[in-house]
């Protein structure tokens, strides 16, 4: 590592240790190259995913769905978050001694902010230290976003979802604030924990990007649950008592008010650049607050590179990975990689069964001007997914969006035992071209989900007909 009497030298800085930049950070210590990357917590080596996201959150699925009706709630989530706990920590040690040990990187923990264009000033504990890189990246990620409710965000009981997954107190009263994908999870999860939960979203519905059809089966499981959702809710204030807050909410005309011990705020994510001094980089910032960057990545200096949720793009881990993918190529590969390369995303959202998704609804294909086919089967009557019996939940649905002309699979929704693994397989199959009738006619292991694809792809009954039109 190169230094100089105000600091460090490196031909690569990166400032977070989120997925995407600490990934190129690994690749180019390999090649030789001197890497600096600097992370501000020493409880976010690893980034999002390992520390407060993905890990700990599916971790807690799991342990949820293992208590028994007999378990004391309070006693096993309170364990389940100290075995989460130290799962994390695990992740965290190995992913930065997998880092710090190459003689080529250093990971420093302090704030970085921007002196010029190729210089971040490190506020450390220790004092400050000068960083100059020929390349930078901005790994910094996103942090929760708490509504400018009245109370919201002064009240005692208000939490964000790193606030709530290490808080060893199961609430028993838990209002989330909020519908969408993280709402959902956690409402699901606290359920199954044995907190009542009650789940406020300002929308008409939730699930609202879904067919109908889909989304109602998925409203189903968690309202058998006993999760409460009460959609068009505008939540209008919260006020703290000795127990609990009070939550008030406008809805159809009429005022409502909900008892919380806990508040969930899951009103979405923002980019993270506070503290980074942009403007002394000249690197500019989208309306939303995200780094603005090119297709490539590439911000409004061309050495400065943005990755991960802090460029405003999808906010998923393996979204971040891809983007290192890019990142690399411009540096030490092609060039040509880029984010317009991605088609057939799937995304997960983890209630139980999961629910996946990937490509166009049939609302979507409809309004694009497809004709379209729909292979749809309840996954209770899928004869050849024993598997799901096999585990003791056949709750769920599966459906594909086909184009009548050419077969080509235009979208699926998964809403199943193993949906997150299966959706691979669809997206892959998108992505290659790969027809509706290749993956009906294909040879599956049994028992496994996956040939539930053999029943579901041969039930093509409805072709063109709009799905307003059926129900």
Not at 39 to 55: A, F, K, L, Q
Not at 88 to 117: C, H, Q, W
Not at 220 to 233: C, P, R, V, Y
Not at 367 to 388: D, F, L, N, T, Y
Request: charged share 25%.
């Amino acid at each position: 590592m190169g230094t100089t009497s105000d600091g460090l030298q490196a031909d690569v800085l990166v400032i977070g240790f989120g997925k995407g930049g600490k990934t190129v950070a690994a690749t180019m210590g390999k090649l030789g190259k001197q890497v600096v990357l600097v992370e501000r917590s020493d409880r976010m080596y690893g980034g999002t995913c390992p520390n407060v996201g993905c890990v700990p959150t599916k971790a807690l699925v799991h342990h949820s769905r293992k208590r028994r009706p007999e378990d004391p709630a309070q006693d096993w989530y309170e364990r389940s978050v100290e075995e989460v706990q130290a799962l994390t920590k695990l992740f965290r040690g190995d992913n930065y001694d997998g880092l710090n040990s190459m003689d080529t990187v250093t990971v420093i923990t302090g704030e970085a902010a921007f002196t010029d264009p190729h210089t971040v000033d490190v506020k450390t504990g220790d004092g400050h230290l000068t960083v100059t890189a020929e390349t930078v990246l901005i790994n910094t990620g996103s942090e929760p976003i708490i509504l400018d409710i009245p109370g919201l965000r002064t009240s005692q009981y208000t939490m964000t979802s790193t606030d709530l997954i290490e808080s060893t107190v199961l609430p028993q009263r838990l209002a989330i604030i909020g519908g969408g994908y993280l709402g959902l999870e956690f409402a699901s999860i606290y359920r199954q924990f044995g907190s009542q939960v009650t789940v406020l979203e300002t929308a008409p519905k939730i699930l609202g990007r879904l067919d109908d059809d889909v989304a109602a089966v998925a409203e189903g499981i968690l309202a058998d649950e006993g999760i409460e959702i009460i959609a068009g809710a505008h939540v209008t204030e919260v006020r703290d008592g000795e127990n609990g807050a009070s939550i008030t909410y406008d809805k159809d005309g009429g005022r409502h008010t909900l008892e919380a011990d806990a508040i969930l705020a899951a009103t979405g994510r923002a980019p993270v650049t506070r503290g980074l001094a942009l403007d002394a980089a000249g690197v500019r910032t989208t309306e939303r607050g995200a780094v603005e960057v090119d297709e490539f990545l590439r911000t409004s200096q061309p050495h400065i590179y943005a990755l991960g949720d802090v460029n405003g793009g999808p906010q998923f881990t393996y979204i971040s990975l891809d983007d290192s993918r890019i990142v690399l190529d411009q540096l030490v590969g092609e060039g040509k990689r880029s984010a317009a390369d991605r088609v057939a995303i799937p995304h997960t959202l983890f209630i139980t069964p999961p629910l996946a998704t990937v490509g166009l609804t049939e609302e979507e294909a409809r309004a694009a001007g497809h004709r379209v086919k729909i292979a749809s089967q309840p996954v209770a009557e899928i004869v050849a997914m024993p598997r799901a019996y096999i585990v003791e939940d056949t709750r769920g649905v599966m459906k594909f969006v086909i184009d009548t002309d050419t077969d080509e699979i235009l979208g699926a929704a998964l809403l199943s035992v193993d949906a997150q693994e299966l959706i691979n397989t669809v997206a892959l199959a998108m992505r290659y071209g790969i027809k509706a009738s290749e993956l009906r006619d294909a040879v599956y292991t049994h028992p496994t989900s996956t040939e539930a694809f053999n029943d579901v792809l041969a039930t093509i009954v409805r072709a063109d007909e709009p799905q307003a039109a059926r129900a």
